[in-house]
């Protein structure tokens, strides 16, 4: 079916969200050096132009899904204190960058300006600020809290191997005696670290 000069597979009805959820896919599947315009037209079934009437360039698309990836993180009201509510958005970071192939890379090639990781960035800030910190270090203590995720997740596929005796050699020649590290406990002992000398500071 042609429609406004652009063909589109007649069952599909081509919209934003469709583009970014299957450039998700494709992300999951052969990673972002895979993920072209093109790729996700012909997984679409449709025209490579139909996908440039909705994002202009890849850039742009990768703009969206980390826009998706911030939508998928919502703050606790449950938590008691400030600390847990920051810790709880915090983890939520994690899991949601680790649940989508090179998240970590298009969260650091794209710029804070959609409007959730805005709100994001808020509220962390707003909670960074509520432990005590004075507003002129907010700032440097939420940069290192984003880049602490972004690289323990980065590091998290580095480090993921099938072979448990490559992964053992690995740590061996990284100067870590215990191999048998368990992630979960490890990232919340360096959040801890960073929270314990973002309050000696204050």
Sequence with gaps: MRKGGIEMDENIRLTKSLIV???????????????????????????ATSIYWHFK????????????????????????????LLIDLIIQYRLVLKSIRDS??????????????????KN?????????????????SST???????????DEKNFCFENVDESDTLFRNLGIVNT????EVEFMKGLKIILNGIKISI
């Design 57 to 84: 360039n890849k850039s742009e698309l990768l703009l969206s899904i980390s826009e998706y990836i911030c939508q998928q993180i919502s703050q606790s009201t449950t938590k008691e204190s400030d600390e847990d």
């Design 104 to 121: 970590v890379e298009i969260m650091q090639m794209t710029p804070p300006i959609t409007p959730s990781r805005l709100e994001l960035i």
């Design 124 to 140: 962390i800030n707003k909670l960074i600020l509520n432990l005590g910190v004075k507003e002129e270090d907010v700032f440097i």
């Design 180 to 183: 048998n590290l368990d992630l």
């Design 21 to 47: 959820s299957t450039g998700i896919d494709i992300l999951n599947e052969d990673g972002i050096d895979k993920l072209s315009m093109r790729v996700i037209a012909r997984k679409l079934n449709v025209s």
């Design 144 to 154: 290192l809290i984003n880049n602490y995720v972004l690289s323990f997740v980065s």
